[in-house]
């Protein structure tokens, strides 16, 4: 078995000194990062399997940071945080990360918080490769091979792109994807500003799988980065 890598971003660099303590006595590797661009060039080099990222940075916040590795991770993101107010935990998890520590935290409670998302992360994997050929969520089975949709139990045609488009935010559940992410993922070129593409997909999907397109139960958007599949 791999070795499990954790990169923390934060400028403070007693915290991460102290979580190395902590996580290495878990069997974990620590990666250390001040800023959120020397954060981005880590993940570039390195394989890492879980990212605690700090808000408050200088230059490029965690916000900023979260949402750039959003555009090519999914892997799993616990914020930390000095701010309290519930609106900065919705902002966080809003755009994709996957759970929020307020500070000053307890080490034991952070390592717990890892522990677990690496948990989830690595079930939901694994049930997705031992069940490649078919995605089911809720009323949705979507087959990867034939490319056929049912919402509950009844077959619903949809064009390749459609497909494509769907399978793109499926496999990605739960995760927030920009706009150009989708774009580059299913027509496999450059963004170049293409957005009605999407949002006219986007529509079409809807009026396909929802039973209310107005008030989506599976495809949501999170304004200002993209789309998210509940």
């Given at each position: 078995?791999s070795?499990?890598?954790i990169?923390?971003?934060?400028d ?12 290495k006595?878990?069997?974990?590797k620590l ?5 959120g ?17 700090d ?7 965690g ?19 000095a701010?309290?107010q519930d609106i900065d ?9 996957d759970?929020?520590?307020?500070k000053?935290f ?6 717990a ?9 690595t ?8 069940d490649?050929?078919?995605i ?5 089975i979507i ?14 045609k949809l ?21 150009d ?7 496999n070129?450059p963004f170049?500003?293409?957005k ?6 986007i529509?079409k999907?809807r009026?396909?799988?929802e039973?209310?397109?107005q008030?989506p ?6 304004w ?7």
């Open positions: 078995m070795e499990i890598t990169l923390m971003v934060d403070e660099v007693a915290i991460i000194n102290l979580m190395r303590i902590y996580l006595n878990e069997g974990y990666l250390q990062a001040c800023s661009y020397e954060a981005l060039e880590l993940i570039r080099i390195h394989k890492v399997d879980l990212i605690i990222l808000v408050m940075m200088p230059q490029m916040d916000i900023q940071t979260c949402m750039k590795i959003r555009e090519e991770n999914n892997l799993p993101i616990i914020m930390l945080s701010k309290s935990k919705i902002t966080g998890l809003s755009i994709g990360a759970d929020y520590v307020t000053p307890s080490p034991l409670e952070l390592t918080r890892v522990k677990s998302q690496l948990r989830r992360y079930h939901l994997n694994s049930r997705v490769v031992q490649e050929q078919e089911r969520i809720h009323e949705l087959n990867t091979v034939s490319r056929r949709l049912t919402v509950a139990g009844e077959e619903v064009t390749p792109k459609e497909f494509a488009v769907l399978h793109t935010l499926a496999v990605n559940r739960g995760f927030v994807l920009s706009m992410k989708i774009y580059t993922t299913v027509w070129q170049m500003e293409s009605n593409s999407i949002i006219v997909h529509r999907l009026k396909k799988i039973k209310d397109p008030h139960e599976y495809i949501k958007t999170v200002g980065i993209g789309y998210k599949f509940e």
